[in-house]
């Protein structure tokens, strides 16, 4: 069962534009949803994270949007430059108990900003 | 630079070989979580370890064990392996923290080829 779905998988951007991914939950006990970016041969790296008492956060060119009625939220990069691309994964974690978080990932989209 | 280091970044092994990954986490962080990624199944977790007690457990094969150290290291074992497990293998490190809702910094990877 796929707790967090993104979409889509990927994403082909003209420089300057804005690149828009989306991600919907299933499971309202979620109650932290990072964004990750990662380049080929990297690991995973935090880029902004949102709670759901806050429907919009910004940082530099990097928004979360969240929705929590609709169980969605989305990353919006304005301003997309060629440095990033990279694929993107929407996350979500709970606290599971004994003090844990683990996080449960989308798919990743894969964005390619072109020049 | 996460200051999570993984060794080593590749490993090539054979079928029913065993592995042992390993992942220093961030100086001051406790805690230290397992991933594996992979094409199909994407970024899954695997277990979670807090000051040397295991916390929790994911999609992770009774292959597979790990442990973390007083040092705050830890290790993942992987034995009788498949074809099936070559994947990139990720521990992620953080301290709990109720008001940052747990931040997950994630190391390099390691590479595993199962042949």
């Known amino acids: 069962q796929q707790q967090v779905k993104q979409s889509p998988q990927s994403l082909i951007v003209q420089k300057g534009g804005i690149s828009i991914i989306n991600c919907a939950y299933e499971?309202?006990?979620?109650?932290?949803f990072p964004w990750y970016q990662q380049f080929p041969g990297k690991g995973p790296a935090l880029l902004i994270a949102?709670?759901?008492?806050?429907s919009e956060k910004k940082e530099g060119r990097f928004t979360i949007s969240f929705n929590k009625s609709a169980k969605q939220f989305s990353l919006h990069i304005m301003d997309s430059q060629p440095g990033d691309s990279a694929t993107y994964f929407c996350a979500a974690s709970m606290h599971s108990g004994a003090g844990s978080y683990q996080l449960t990932f989308g798919k990743g989209t894969k964005l390619s900003v072109i020049p | 630079d996460s200051g999570v280091t993984q060794t080593p970044k590749h490993l090539i092994t054979a079928t029913g070989q065993r592995v042992t990954l390993r992942c220093s986490p961030r100086?001051?962080?406790?805690?230290v979580y397992w991933y594996q990624q992979s094409l199909d199944q994407g970024l899954q977790f695997l277990i979670h370890?807090?000051?040397?007690?295991?916390?929790a457990k994911g999609n992770i094969l009774e292959r597979f064990s790990a442990q973390q150290f007083p040092d705050l290291h830890s290790e993942l074992n992987l034995s009788s392996l498949e074809l099936g497990d070559s994947a990139l293998y990720f521990c992620?490190?953080?301290?709990?923290?109720?008001?940052?809702?747990?931040?997950?910094?994630f190391g390099p990877g390691t590479r595993l080829t199962v042949l």
């Open positions: 100086s001051g962080d406790l805690s």
């Open positions: 992620a490190s953080s301290v709990p923290d109720s008001i940052l809702y747990n931040e997950q910094f």
């Open positions: 370890y807090y000051n040397g007690e295991e916390r």
């Open positions: 499971n309202t006990a979620f109650d932290y």
């Open positions: 949102i709670r759901p008492d806050v």
